[in-house]
């Protein structure tokens, strides 16, 4: 079975720390994705990767970065987390144009 | 850019009831469209796609036509029991290579016994 792991399903962190949310998919798909979902908006694009070390911008990239320094693992970094970033995350990958989502991170920024 | 509009709801239904969602897309090429739906406490996942003009996707009893006069994708099911309680979202993939999905707000459905 396809499988896109999220590290942790519930965060709490504090303003101002840095937070790293990990996805680790064992597909061998080169394309990962990571998304906010927030209600009333949906899901949107933080920022996505082809390929390992390769990384572009989504629709709302501000006050995060990336890291893919192995085909399998997508990392999302919150540099200095701020109570706008509480959110669901959900890390994606596809093939095909299929996504396959991971189960999701609820980060609380308190 | 390109967007979807959906229906957002929320929306409750008795069992058995008829279920429409509306979509629609704007959209510069020819978008591929999905369906993508969300269980309690799940990630999402892929219920249907069609990838061109009058392409029907179909699965779970649920169904979708691609209509590219009416820039329209609505999700139909003609009987919906309990266990279709979900969140569901439309969305485009701009088939420009980028795999990159647009979303929909998503809807969610609660159906009743």
């Known amino acids: 079975d396809v499988k896109v792991t999220q590290s942790s399903r519930y965060l709490v962190k504090r303003t101002g720390e840095k937070v790293f949310l990990e996805c680790v998919q064992d597909?061998?798909?080169?394309?990962m994705f990571w998304y906010r979902q927030d209600p009333g908006l949906g899901l949107r694009l933080i920022y996505f990767?082809?390929?390992?070390?390769?990384?572009e911008k989504g629709d709302i990239p501000e006050g995060y970065s990336v890291s893919r320094e192995k085909k399998e693992r997508f990392s999302l970094i919150l540099e200095s987390a701020s109570t706008n970033q509480t959110s669901m995350y959900l890390c994606?990958?596809?093939?095909?144009?299929?996504?396959?989502f991971g189960s999701g991170t609820q980060l609380s920024v308190l | 850019g390109d967007s979807v509009t959906q229906m957002e709801g929320p929306v409750t239904l008795s069992e058995e009831a008829f279920l429409t969602i509306n979509c629609t897309y704007t959209?510069?090429?020819?978008?591929?469209l999905f369906w993508y739906v969300q269980y309690p406490g799940e990630g999402l996942q892929l219920l249907l796609k069609?990838?061109?003009?009058?392409d029907k996707g179909s699965n779970k009893g649920f169904e979708a036509t691609y209509r590219k006069e009416t820039t329209s994708f609505h999700l139909e099911k003609g009987s919906v029991q309990v266990s279709d309680s979900a969140v569901y979202f439309c969305?485009?993939?701009?088939?420009?290579?980028?795999?990159?999905?647009?979303f929909g707000k998503g809807m969610k459905l609660t159906v009743n016994p």
């Open positions: 969305a485009l993939s701009d088939r420009g290579g980028s795999e990159k999905l647009v």
């Open positions: 994606a990958s596809t093939l095909n144009e299929k996504l396959f």
């Open positions: 959209a510069t090429g020819y978008p591929s």
């Open positions: 990767s082809y390929d390992v070390k390769m990384k």
């Open positions: 069609a990838t061109k003009a009058d």
């Open positions: 597909m061998d798909h080169e394309n």
